[in-house]
């Protein structure tokens, strides 16, 4: 079975390819190595001791996505490719737009030449949910206006999906959407490499705890939430990971030509930013300079995950714990602190 991996080099799409290629898939990475460098390649062959095919590729590129079609014949597509700053969004929705929107329509351009039904997994995000009204957040809430620009090209690409699946082609469509992944590979080889200042959480603690930035500040703390700051649902990495694989066998043996569905991927449990620095500093047994600064603008308030459909679905849970998700993003940041 070959699997086309978009964006294979970056966080999410690494770890899901170690877990293929450990499973026995044949896997062609597709990255333009905007946000990921090539040495996510070497580390990936050196966990799994195989080495995928790698094509620097730009989605964008139509042309190029044709020639990659001809050139290969998958039998499952992961879609992880995309611009992911919600910062940078605001500044630049057109690049959002242009690479998220118009890198997702190219490929499916070329879903639509092929006689057979394409297996699709779209990486989506809990962002489309905005503030929900209530929680825990099930797939059936309304979709609320995205905050940022980011958030609202996922929202497109949904609908793009959707619309696409309801036109009747031939075509498997699982769009998932993540919660907060933080976390990296047991063997600190491969994690999260946050290109400059870092906007996510987990991060700027790591290069917080390692001397990289001075110190943390809270986005906030009075929130009308337990201790005054937002809360989120953090998914280890490794979970999230795995999630694809089982979503790309449920796709796999779908004797149909047609189907779609959307899954919340979370832990289904909501942990505060004071929450995730008190056991970070307990499970690394050290102690982080944070302080308390100002709310964030476009910050959610709550956001958690209801996880009922992929269980009750495609009987899935999450296996790792958050001491473990936060230990192994020590490890990692030591590791690459080690090598700099
Ligand atoms: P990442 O930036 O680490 O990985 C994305 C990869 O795609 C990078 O290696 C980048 O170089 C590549 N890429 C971007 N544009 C490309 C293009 N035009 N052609 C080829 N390659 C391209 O991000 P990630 O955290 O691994 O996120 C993966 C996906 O999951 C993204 O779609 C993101 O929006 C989504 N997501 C991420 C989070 C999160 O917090 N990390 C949460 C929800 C959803
Ligand atoms: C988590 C909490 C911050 C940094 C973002 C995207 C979302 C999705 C996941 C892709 C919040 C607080 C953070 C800091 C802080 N990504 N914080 N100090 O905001 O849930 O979501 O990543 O789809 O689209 O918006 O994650 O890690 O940025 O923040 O206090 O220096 O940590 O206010 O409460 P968020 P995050």
Known sequence: ????????????GS???????????????????????????????????????????????????????????FDGIIHFAAHKSVNESVNYPDKYFKNNVGSLENIIYEIQKLKKPMNFIFSSSCTVYGQADSMPINEGFELK????PYGQSKRKCEEILENFHKAGHNFKNITLRYFNPIGAHPTSLIGELPIGIPENL??????????????????????????????????????????????????????????????????????????????????NQLKLNYK???????????????????????NWTTKYSLENALKTAWNWELNINKNE
């Not at 050196?46 to 042309?63: G, N, R």
């Not at 600064?293 to 209801?306: C, F, M, P, S, T």
């Open 145 to 148: 206006k995205a905050e940022s």
């Open 202 to 283: 987990v991060p700027y603690i790591t290069q917080t705890a390692v001397g990289k930035r001075d110190h943390l500040t809270v986005f906030g703390n009075d929130y009308d939430t337990n201790d005054g700051t937002c809360v989120r649902d953090y998914i280890h990495i490794m979970d999230l990971a795995e999630v694809h694989i089982t979503c790309l066998e449920k796709l796999m043996n779908i004797k149909d030509n047609s189907f779609f569905n959307v899954y919340n991927v979370g832990t289904g449990k909501g942990t505060s930013v004071l929450e995730l620095i008190n056991l970070f500093e307990n499970v």
């Open 292 to 314: 308390i600064g100002k709310r964030r603008d476009g910050d959610v308030v709550i956001a958690y995950a209801d996880t009922s459909k992929i269980k009750n679905e495609l």
């Open 1 to 12: 079975m070959q699997v086309l991996v978009t964006g294979g080099l970056g966080y999410i």
């Open 15 to 73: 770890h899901t390819s170690v877990l293929l290629l450990e499973k026995g898939y044949d896997l062609v990475i597709v990255d333009d190595l905007s946000n990921s460098n090539e040495k996510v390649i070497e580390n990936i062959s050196q966990i799994t001791s195989k080495v995928p095919v790698f094509e620097k590729i730009d989605l964008k590129d139509k042309e190029s996505v044709s020639k990659l079609f001809n050139n290969y014949d």
